[in-house]
T-cell receptor, first 111, second 113 residues
């Protein structure tokens, strides 16, 4: 049974710092892995999707990596801004085409 | 192009009442998913439609939940009768041919009092 874990559960950093959010999964048989952000009281915004055959994806200040063999993905945020404050969720698309979700990392960027 | 749309955005009902949530997927997406997040827990899969057919409903918690997808277009998720533990945020997502990116709606926040 696929399990997805995100560490840390919460993170607070000063504005301008680079940071890394971690996501691990127990079963390497995934089709893809997606990173989302959720703002308080809002829906889910897709940030990056990495196919199982890919190693990383980049969008602006965000870079996501995927290492299937070790069951890990990271989301790197460069030059963080207060507007980056949100909960970041990773989800792995498993062999049953279900998204298995982590509990999220609540990120606070202090001005 | 319109994204995934969910209605209502927020619903407050009393225990024992019925509520129907609606999801309009992205036009042309055959795959439609329902997920929910109850307080303090991870988002969990509920069910998956391919066009109008239920492909996988293994995540539906009990028979108080009924999902339909009329004509392979929009989908409804009915909770009858609602219980307190049904409170949470219900997300709908759609995607093209699998395995492709899932696009999510804004969610419906359901509060059962």
């Amino acid at each position: 049974k696929q399990e997805v874990t995100q560490i840390p559960a919460a993170l607070s950093v000063p504005e301008g710092e680079n940071l890394v959010l971690n996501c691990s999964f127990t079963d390497s048989a995934i089709y893809n892995l997606q990173w989302f952000r959720q703002d308080p009281g809002k829906g889910l915004t897709s940030l990056l999707l990495i196919q199982s055959s890919q190693r990383e994806q980049t969008s602006g200040r965000l870079n996501a990596s995927l290492d299937k063999s070790s069951g890990r993905s990271t989301l790197y945020i460069a030059a963080s801004q207060p507007g980056d404050s949100a909960t970041y969720l990773c989800a792995a698309l498993d062999s049953n085409y279900q998204l298995i979700w982590g509990a999220g990392t609540k990120l606070i960027i202090k001005p | 192009e319109a994204g995934v749309t969910q209605f209502p955005s927020h619903s407050v009902i009393e225990k024992g009442q019925t509520v129907t949530l609606r999801c309009d997927p992205i036009s042309g997406h055959d795959n439609l998913y329902w997920y929910r997040r109850v307080m303090g827990k991870e988002i969990k899969f509920l069910l998956h439609f391919v066009k109008e057919s239920k492909q996988d409903e293994s995540g539906m918690p009990n028979n108080r939940f009924l999902a339909e997808r009329t004509g392979g277009t929009y989908s409804t998720l009915k909770v009858q009768p609602a219980e307190l533990e049904d409170s949470g945020v219900y997300f709908c997502a759609s995607s093209g041919p699998r395995p492709s990116e899932a696009f999510f709606g804004q969610g419906t926040r359901l509060t059962v009092v």
